[in-house]
């Protein structure tokens, strides 16, 4: 059965400590890993997408990185405004896309 | 540019009931995707439409159905309406068939009592 799990599920961090969020995957047929932001009361904003083992993007104090199972997100000097749920999705032979349950990500000052 | 919007941005309905939701996709887009998030959760798929068709379709109950219009908008209808179904419902849209990256509106909070 496709899985998409996430860890840790909560991260609490100081201002500038950098971090890395994990996302695990069992798809069938992987056809995209993307990645979403998304704050309280909104809809997830997409990030990245990741297609293939050992492609990686960047965007400002984030990059994305992708092996042949498992995914990360690299936070690098975070700001409090970086806090949010990081949510992490894969694609699969199917089209389908299966979502984890998320990451919350908290940045204190 | 718009991107994708949604209507109502929140609704109170009671067990039974019958509700209907709407989503216009971004300029640009022709596919529609539905997805249900509960607190806490990640979304969870429910279909997706292309030209006018439901092509793809998650692990949810004939209660819930939809509908695509010739302008790439469409409807989310959920019938006998339960306590579980109290969620987010997101709606996204992509460009083409296939895994593309989806832009997402904010959402309908959706509350059953």
């Known amino acids: 059965e496709d899985q998409v799990t996430q860890s840790p599920e909560a991260l609490r961090l100081q201002e500038g400590e950098s971090s890395s969020l994990n996302c695990s995957y069992t798809v069938s047929g992987l056809r995209g890993l993307f990645w979403y932001r998304q704050d309280p009361g909104k809809g997830p904003e997409f990030l990245f997408t990741l297609y293939s083992a050992g492609e990686e993007k960047e965007k400002e104090r984030l990059k994305a990185t992708l092996t042949k199972k498992e995914s990360f997100l690299h936070i690098t000097a975070p700001k409090p405004e970086d806090s949010a749920t990081y949510l992490c999705a894969a694609g699969s032979s199917a089209s389908k896309i299966i979502f984890g349950s998320g990451t919350r990500l908290s940045i204190r000052p | ?113």
């Open chain 2, 1 to 113: 540019d718009a991107g994708v919007t949604q209507s109502p941005t929140h609704l109170i309905k009671t067990r039974g009931q019958q509700v209907t939701l709407r989503c216009s996709p971004k300029s640009g887009h022709d596919t529609v995707s539905w997805y249900q998030q509960a607190l806490g959760q990640g979304p969870q798929f429910i279909f997706q439409y292309y030209e006018e068709e439901e092509r793809q379709r998650g692990n949810f109950p004939d209660r819930f159905s939809g509908h695509q219009f010739p302008n790439y908008s469409s409807e989310l209808n959920v019938n006998a309406l339960l306590l579980g179904d109290s969620a987010l419902y997101l709606c996204a849209s992509s460009q083409g068939r296939g895994n593309q990256p989806q832009h997402f509106g904010d959402g309908t909070r959706l509350s059953i009592l």
